[in-house]
Nanobody
Framework: QVQLVESGGGLVQAGGSLRLSCAASKIISNINAMGWYRQAPGKQRELVAQITSGGITKYADSVKGRFTISRDNARNTVYLQMNSLKPEDTAVYYC?????????????WGQGTQVTVSS
């Protein structure tokens, strides 16, 4: 059973930075995309950033220019660098990896890490 473990969340003042990490418990082959999602209280989970196996990135409009997603294949880890944080970035952040294998799609989710931005 593969587990994704996020780390790096915490409490930060507005304008500050945090770096989230998401590592797999073992090597997963055929990963098509890695992404970060977030869910604030009373809101739906939303995509924050995604990076494909080819290195193509996609960001939510609300974080463009402030957040950067990257991956380290050797460490089987994906990162989310968050700068210029705002109170509205407060949420539980989840990583999700999507694997394509034998015409099937497998999604792996982490347990989430809390990010709180104070004003």
């Amino acid at each position: 059973q593969v587990q994704l473990v996020e780390s790096g969340g915490g409490l930060v003042q507005a304008g500050g930075s945090l770096r989230l990490s998401c590592a797999a418990s073992k090597i997963i082959s055929n990963i098509n995309a890695m992404g970060w999602y977030r869910q604030a209280p009373g809101k739906q989970r939303e995509l924050v950033a995604q990076i494909t196996s080819g290195g193509i990135t996609k960001y939510a409009d609300s974080v463009k220019g402030r957040f950067t997603i990257s991956r380290d294949n050797a460490r089987n880890t994906v990162y989310l660098q968050m700068n210029s944080l705002k109170p509205e970035d407060t949420a539980v952040y989840y990583c999700k990896w999507t694997r394509l294998w034998s015409n099937m799609v497998y999604d792996y989710w982490g347990q989430g890490t809390q990010v709180t931005v104070s004003s």
